[in-house]
Every structure is written in structure tokens, then in C-alpha cells.
């Protein structure tokens, strides 16, 4: 079996799991009970937030656990319903801008604020799937309450420039004395690129546990100190008061286990991504047929995240070319997990302006850290052969 769905979810580090879930059971109490179980379990969440706080460089204090991505992710944009109960402000902003190139857990949560009387901007990327800072700029206003642009995008790999937006938004702000939250979706990046939170200058990012091996259900939001007090749902102490609810213990050592195991190869890891990447794309670029997406892929290759690599083959569907290598032990996928069985799968593309016919014949390779060359060789002879085939048959 050859696994090339990383992006989708990361190869399990299962000695780290096994060890976290053997601590979780082993203290078992709950971390908000004063007897002794209780505060091994809180030492251990407290020990594992500073050893994540440090792989990031910001406060302890700083970090949110949460279930994961799409959690952290609408925990920020919901919270800025908050924003129109503020005395502070004459007008209450009621703007957002958001890329139209973001995981549905930020654009669907974006389109549905309009419902609270919002106006959402919608920023699309041209086809080399990068988004323009000029052109969030543009639409930026007084009104304007937060932007959201992730750091690297999970269908093509485009690496956003999202220290430049954020030097953009503060100096906006050191002129209009008005406050934009500005958040990206770090999903993608954490654990393969350089991430620190403060040094992009981002007000709020998330992370997610699995896409380092770590275990489901376990995410990060990084919430820049004294920016929002309150959210929009209460309950117990837990987090500050900012996540309220019984803390996941395994999932949270799940996570720090694995992202520092990430961090301590990581370098290594992206010299030898890079490499195995170039190899895929030379070996799709000599596919008939085959379209890069983005086309400008392989002369600007450092514009994108190695570990993400999308193309096309019309007419032939993206499903029937997954299904075919899947019947080969070679797992690849369309794009993201979260709508792999819906048109809505094609809004991104679409949105970078690919024409339909391309985005439908569209696949995603992903790679991890324990990718090899051999699986990488026996992937592209077996796609050659499978587009060489199905072409046949249409």
C-alpha cells in the first residue's frame, strides 16, 4: 500500500499516540478536580501547552485547545459577533473579508455571518492560485472587523503572503485607529514550514493535531494575549474560560508528542520533500495530456508547499482516477477530504479561474514525512499507465 493522502490526514505516529493514551488512562482524573489524579492531568496539559507555546514562540496562555481545525476555525469567526454588542464602537463594523480560496471551515462559517447581517468580501487568487495583498487592501474599510487568509492552501499548496497582509492590516490600523482581527488557517503549514505566530504578526491561527500524526479530534487556536476576552458560548472554567468543556488529555499529549517529534525533522523532512517533489512533477509533466495546477507550478516552485501537488487529466474524472489507483494500493485524493464526494470540491479551482473541465479531471498527490522514492516511482509508472488506459475508453 502506498499512501499519498497526507494532506487529508497524516500517516499516525502510533508509538507517540499509544504513550499519550497510556498517560490519559494511567491519570485519569479529571483536570478541573483539586485531588491528585485531577492535578497530574492538569500538570500534564499544562506541561504540554508550554512545550507547544515554545515549538511556536508565543505565551502558553496564548494557545486554545480545541477538537481540532474546523473548531479553531469557527471559534474565531464566530467570535466576532461579539463585536456588535461593543459600546466601545459609534458604528458597529459589520464587514469580513475572507479568500475564496479558504477550507470550507472558514469560507462556509464567512458566508453564513452574512445572515447576521454581515458583509462578506470574497478575495479570489488569479490561476497561479496566490492571493494579491493590493487586492485585500482595496476592500479593506472602517468597517472591516477581520480578514482571513490561510498560510498554505490545502488543495494547491500555494504559500499565501500572509506576513505581508499582516504588515498591510497594521498599518491600516496605525492610521485609522481601528482594530482588524487578522486570521490565517495554519492546517497546512504547521510542522512543514517555519510557523511562528507573532513573527508572521497574525492576530489568531490554527493548527491541527492530525496532520502531524497526531491523533483526530485535537487542534490549536493561537489567540494573540488580551485580543478577545469573551466568545460566544459559555460554560466552565476550562482554557480560561474561552473554551469551556472536560479537556481531551489523550489528544492533547497526542498532539504535543507528535508535533515536536514533527519539529525535530522538519527541516530534513522539506530538503527531502523538495526533492521527491520535484520528481513528481517531472514525472507528471511527461503524462500526456497532463495539466499542473497551477500552471505556473515548476518555475516557481518555491512559491509553493512541496508536500501538496495538484494536476489534471481531461476529460477523465478525478474520482475514476483515484478509484483506478486506489485498485493498485496507491491512495491519492481530489482535494480536500471534506467535500471529496461534492461539486463543492471544484470552488477553489473555480475560483483561481480553472476552467471547469479541469478542476473535475483534478487530482491531489500529498506527501509525508516517511514517503519514499520507491513509492513515489511506482505511483507515477502506475498513473501513466492508468490515464494511458482510461483514455482509451472515452
Known amino acids: ?129 496566490i492571493i494579491e495583498t493590493k487586492n485585500i487592501e482595496e476592500k479593506l474599510t472602517n468597517d472591516t472587523v477581520l480578514v482571513s487568509a490561510m498560510l498554505i492552501n490545502n488543495e494547491t499548496g500555494a504559500i499565501q503572503p500572509v506576513k505581508k497582509i499582516s504588515c498591510m492590516i497594521a498599518a491600516y490600523k496605525k492610521n485609522s485607529g481601528r482594530r482588524t482581527i487578522f486570521h490565517t488557517d495554519a492546517v497546512q503549514a504547521f510542522g512543514k514550514v517555519p510557523f511562528h505566530p507573532h513573527e508572521l504578526g497574525v492576530d489568531a491561527a490554527t493548527i491541527s493535531a492530525h496532520k502531524v500524526g497526531g491523533p483526530k479530534g485535537t487542534g490549536v487556536l493561537f489567540l494573540r494575549e488580551n485580543l478577545l476576552p469573551e466568545f460566544i458560548y459559555s460554560g466552565g472554567d476550562q482554557e480560561l474560560g474561552r473554551r469551556p468543556g472536560t479537556e481531551n488529555v489523550a489528544g492533547i499529549l497526542g498532539m504535543q508528542l507528535a508535533a515536536s517529534a514533527q519539529a525535530a525533522s522538519s527541516q530534513a523532512d522539506h530538503t527531502r520533500i523538495s526533492a521527491l517533489a520535484d520528481l513528481v512533477l517531472e514525472s507528471l509533466s511527461r503524462i500526456e495530456g497532463s495539466i499542473l495546477i497551477p500552471s505556473t507550478r515548476m518555475e516557481k516552485r518555491d512559491d509553493y508547499s512541496p508536500y501538496i501537488i495538484k494536476a489534471s487529466f481531461p476529460p477523465i474524472p478525478g474520482e475514476v482516477i483515484v478509484r ?19 461539486e463543492k470540491r471544484l470552488r477553489v479551482l473555480e475560483n483561481m479561474g480553472i476552467k471547469r473541465e479541469a478542476a473535475k479531471s483534478s487530482i491531489r498527490i500529498s506527501l509525508g514525512h516517511s514517503t519514499t522514492e520507491a513509492e513515489i516511482n511506482r505511483t507515477m509508472q502506475v498513473l501513466d499507465r492508468v490515464i494511458s488506459g482510461l483514455r482509451k475508453t472515452m
Open 324 to 342: 483506478a489507483l486506489d485498485e493498485q494500493g496507491i491512495m491519492i485524493s481530489t482535494g480536500s477530504a471534506c467535500h471529496a464526494r461534492s
Open 1 to 129: 500500500m502506498i499512501y499519498l493522502d497526507w494532506a487529508a490526514t497524516a500517516v499516525p505516529r502510533s508509538d507517540l499516540i499509544g504513550e499519550a493514551n497510556r498517560l490519559a488512562l494511567q491519570h485519569y482524573g479529571n483536570p478541573s478536580s483539586i485531588h491528585a489524579h485531577g492535578i497530574v492531568a492538569e500538570n500534564l496539559i499544562r506541561k504540554a501547552r508550554e512545550e507547544l507555546s515554545l515549538l511556536l514562540k508565543c505565551k502558553p496562555s496564548e494557545l486554545i485547545f480545541t477538537s481540532g481545525g474546523t473548531e479553531a476555525n469557527n471559534k474565531i469567526l464566530n467570535s466576532v459577533l461579539r463585536f456588535l454588542q461593543n459600546p466601545r464602537f459609534k458604528s458597529n463594523p459589520k464587514k469580513i473579508i475572507v479568500t475564496g480560496i479558504e477550507h470550507p471551515s472558514v469560507y462556509n462559517p464567512a458566508l453564513n455571518l452574512a445572515r447576521y447581517g454581515f458583509e462578506t468580501e470574497i478575495i479570489n487568487p488569479g490561476k497561479s492560485g
